[in-house]
């Protein structure tokens, strides 16, 4: 474990910064491994997170994991986080403040595992982190800003009652690993849409 992402780990544990510490039962740091190439990034805890403090372990966090084993990928080689760390009553989408409030956690996990792309998981990250919406209509696509590349695929939660977006996700998932492995061989990639221009 490194160091510093176990400092900010800490700090997220005992964070009351916003108003959603006063709700959740545990809060959700990142968690992987902080050797990772790509950051995967959810909106927020939910039922399952919120009680046993970990990211991504309910029936989104399943379906994000079929998705991996379908590239070949295990959990464990990766990291996942969100963009709050703390669950939102009844799951509601997380406010401007709340997200903002929180952001500094965020920026940090970036920079301390300096991930070659960052995938977006679904609206709420799109939103918060690219300024964007409608996730669907942007997926599959790469995105570069100040240097650092994303890619944008659906949320697996919206996968759950819907096979045509589980089959969208596992086409995705898979196409980010073969970026990840262009990237790695030095291999120049073009983003479809440069914010740095
Ligand atoms: N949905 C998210 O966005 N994040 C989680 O950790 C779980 C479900
Ligand atoms: Fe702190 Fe983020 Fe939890 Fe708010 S959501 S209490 S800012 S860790």
Redesign the pocket.
Known sequence: MDYELETIRQKVKECTKCELSKTRTKS?PGKGNFQSDVIFV?????RN?DKNGE??V?I??QKLSLALEGAGISRESIYIT?VVKCRPPNNRVPTISERETCHDYLQKEISIIKPKIICI?GNTAFNSILGGSEITKYRGKIVKKDNQLYFLTV?P?ATIYNQELMAVLKQDIIKLFDLIRELKNGKQILADIDYST
């Open positions: 959700v959810g909106e927020a805890p939910g997170e990211p991504f309910g989104a966090g969100n998981l949320h939660a």
